[in-house]
C-alpha cells in the first residue's frame, strides 16, 4: 500500500473535524446519587465517542459516580434518578394467572424504573427479585 501527500492530508483533515464537536463537562463536583441541573453542566470542545454533545440529554439525570469539574460525562456514569432507596418499605405485587398477592417488603437496593433489585418480604424474611414500577410499587417475578 503506497501513502500519497493527497491522503496524508485527507487524513489530517479528518482529525482536525472531530475537534470542533463538543462534550457535556461537569461546572462543579456533583456527588454521586444526585439528580443533575442545566447550571451544574457546560460544554467544552472535543469529542468522546461515549459522551454527551449536549446538557439536555444529562439534564434530570441521576450521577451514578462522583463528577469533576473539566471530565467528560460518560454514558455508564449517569442514569434515570432512583425512586426506591435501599431499606425503604415498598409494595411488592405478584400477578399470575388471576392470583394477584400485595404485600409490604423491604427494598435491599436502590432503583430506578425499570431496574431490578432484591426485597426482603417482611412476613416471611423471603428475598425476591422484582423490578421496580412507575408508581413506586416492586413487580415481583417468579
Known sequence: M????????LVLILVADTSLADTV???RPIR???????ADLTVRA??????????AAVAGQEARVVL???RP????????????????IVQMRYENNGLHIVTEGRALDRGAVGDRLRIMNLSSRATLVGRVMQDGTI???Q
Open 2 to 9: 503506497t501513502i500519497t501527500a493527497a491522503s496524508l492530508t
Open 25 to 27: 463537562v461537569p461546572a
Open 32 to 38: 454521586a446519587q444526585s439528580i443533575i441541573a442545566e
Open 46 to 55: 472535543g469529542d468522546l465517542a461515549n459522551g454527551f454533545q449536549n446538557t
Open 68 to 70: 469533576y469539574p473539566g
Open 73 to 88: 460525562i460518560l454514558i455508564g456514569d449517569i442514569g434515570p434518578p432512583a425512586i426506591v432507596a435501599r431499606n425503604q
Open 139 to 141: 413487580k415481583v417475578s
